[in-house]
């Protein structure tokens, strides 16, 4: 049968707040798809969606347009979406005229393992539950409904779950014109409950996205996407979603957007081909192929150095490029390293102090950085760039590799940037496998100004390390500059991680910084 789904998803998800800071709480990711999507999928193609949107609309609706563009979806701007006269009920009250036909409710933080039924019969969505009190209960009697409860009204385990199937749509859109003051209250469950009798029930797995312990079931309990081999470390103002043979990338800064957008017309064959844009979002076909790190031995990485040495195709700059690179370097090793040195001793202020390490004496983060000779690792080698060249962002498929995750810009700079950078970047990548810190073989423990790390490289990369540092040396490339400057970039990314990942990068970085700073 031909029906509706209504889909409400203009609230802030305020229990969710770690969550949606950036993100409309519908965006939250379950294996890295998010909620929506799983939602969608669960109904015919032929369905129409009404989706009522206010916090971060405009993100939803252009995550939709590209992941779901063969749907057919009515949006609703809602406002207020929050504070003073917003509810559930106002936001339903907006869209209630788009209802025209037999439909299905779900709330967007509501998913199930079941098959959602057509609204052929009216039925309400239940799951049992152990604890009842932040929820509306039905109460059953063989699969009859005799009464929708209130959250506290019963303590019943039956929780009603958001969803429900509307057959007679006309009767649930006259009881909210008979009052809509208890509409605005209660939502679509005062209708329900003046219908109830009408109303059989239905049991599902029911997954609650809504707050944080549900979510984390949820993403605990919840099949992967066997296509997504990538290792993920979680960025808060950054996603990348697989949906429907499409990678998706998002970012709440437009900029960074716009700018890998512009960069992956510099990088073409080397990287996958967007296929759509958005203001804070972009997507490419899904790429076949695994990712370096699971496939990686020093033959494979050979391959990848031939590559990138037609990948570095070098830049000839004017005498006042050349000095503008210059600078442009400094700032962005110097002046970032000293930016982000300063966020992370804001956050661990006891860090800015001389410490034994691994049983050595070291020096106060600032004062092994005095030592290093800046205009040194400022002298860039210009060249066509990646920016984040690590074994997670290379696909390989036996025949080619495929480079993804692209840096935005150079400090600025979209054609080129330094190739120590790349170079130092995939040294970071060897000295520290992404697998590594996933599977958490690092340790940090700390006792007063005593401090112990640990990281267990599998032997394989040991090789890789020696092979590469003989082809830096053929290549006449500075090798201490590499090292240092992946120093830095562990230094640099410190404060942008949790503890206790954070500051195990802060100590790792200090160590190869002291082992190579002259």
Request: glycine letters at 4%; aromatic letters at 14%.
């Amino acid at each position: 049968m031909s029906y509706q789904v209504l889909i409400p998803c203009a609230g802030t998800g305020s229990r969710l707040r770690k969550e949606t800071k950036l993100l409309n709480k519908s965006l939250i990711h379950i294996k890295n798809k998010p909620i929506i999507s799983y939602i969608l999928e669960k109904f015919p193609n032929d369905c129409e969606f009404i989706i009522p949107v206010g916090y971060k609309g405009n993100d939803l609706i252009d995550y939709l347009s590209i992941a779901h563009k063969d749907r057919k979806f009515i949006f609703e701007n809602i406002s207020p979406y929050e504070g003073e006269g917003s509810s559930l009920g106002f936001t339903l009250s907006k869209v209630i005229d788009n209802i025209n036909e037999s439909f299905v409710f779900i709330s967007c933080d509501t998913l199930v393992a079941e098959d959602i039924p057509s609204p052929e019969l009216n039925w309400i969505g239940y799951s049992q539950v152990n604890d009842s009190s932040d929820y509306r209960t039905l109460e059953i009697k063989n699969r009859k409904i005799l009464k929708l409860n209130e959250k506290l009204e019963s303590n019943t385990n039956n929780a009603y779950i958001g969803l429900a199937g509307i057959n007679k749509y006309e009767d649930f859109k006259e009881f909210y014109k008979s009052n809509k003051s208890e509409f605005y209250k209660k939502g679509e469950s005062y209708p329900l409950s003046q219908m109830i009798s009408e109303f059989t029930a239905k049991q599902f797995t029911w997954f609650d996205t809504g707050s944080i312990p549900g979510l984390n079931n949820t993403r605990l309990n919840y099949e992967p996407n066997k296509k997504v081999t990538h290792n993920i470390l979680e960025k808060e103002d950054e996603k990348i979603w697989f949906t429907s043979n499409k990678v998706i990338k998002f970012s709440s800064d437009e900029s960074f957007i716009q700018e890998r957008i512009e960069r992956s017309k510099i990088l073409q064959k080397y990287v996958p081909e967007i296929t759509d844009e958005k203001k804070n979002m972009y997507s490419y076909d899904y790429v076949l192929g695994d990712v370096l790190s699971s496939q990686l031995t020093t033959e494979v990485f050979d391959k990848l150095l031939n590559v990138l040495e037609r990948f570095w195709e070098k830049k000839e700059l004017s005498e006042k490029e050349s000095l503008s690179f210059t600078y442009s370097c400094h700032e962005f090793y110097k002046d970032k390293t000293f930016q982000r040195i300063e966020g992370f001793l804001n956050m661990y202020p006891f860090s800015n102090k001389d410490v034994t390490l691994n049983e050595k004496k070291i020096e106060s983060p600032y004062a092994i950085l005095e030592k290093l000779n800046w205009n040194h690792l400022s002298k860039g080698l210009p060249v066509v760039f990646h920016g984040d060249l690590h074994f997670e962002n290379i696909l390989y498929d036996s025949k080619k590799f495929i480079f993804l995750d692209w840096r935005q810009n150079f400090n600025g700079l979209l054609h080129y940037g330094d190739i120590y950078y790349d170079l130092a970047k995939l040294l970071h990548g060897i000295l520290l496998p992404h697998k590594i810190v996933i599977d958490g073989m690092y340790s940090i423990s700390e006792s007063e100004d005593d401090i112990r790390i640990n990281i267990k490289l599998p032997d394989h990369y040991l090789k890789i390390y020696d092979f590469y540092i003989n082809w830096l040396k053929s290549q006449d490339f500075d090798i201490d500059k590499v090292h240092i400057l992946c120093a830095l970039i562990y230094l640099n990314i410190a404060p942008l991680h949790h503890h206790p990942y954070s500051r195990f990068l802060f100590y790792y970085g200090l160590e190869l910084l002291e082992k190579y700073v002259k």
